[in-house]
């Protein structure tokens, strides 16, 4: 039997059909696709983006509304390994990303 906080971390990566980001964390993922969806934070008045991830083996999906964000992401290829980094909380939240060289 494992013991210590990794334990969370895999469960709650593996059992989630969603992406989540810690603060102050980064994440390497492999970019899928985006699709625009109606954006459920606001009833879905407004658009948003839904990004589609493979993490850790697992496909998942992260939406999110940031132009700034989506500036970003639409510099990367399909498939390619993406590093993504969470600053801030909030209406504070930035989000970095690069692409990892295989």
Known sequence: ???GSDIFDDFINKNSKFFTLPDDTEKIVKFLGVEKIPNR???GKSECL???FESNGVRQSWDRGSRILAEQMARYP???MVGIKKTGVGNQTKYFTRLIQE
């Open 41 to 43: 934070f606001d009833g």
């Open 1 to 3: 039997m494992s013991v």
């Open 50 to 52: 839904r990004y589609i």
């Open 78 to 80: 399909f498939g390619s």
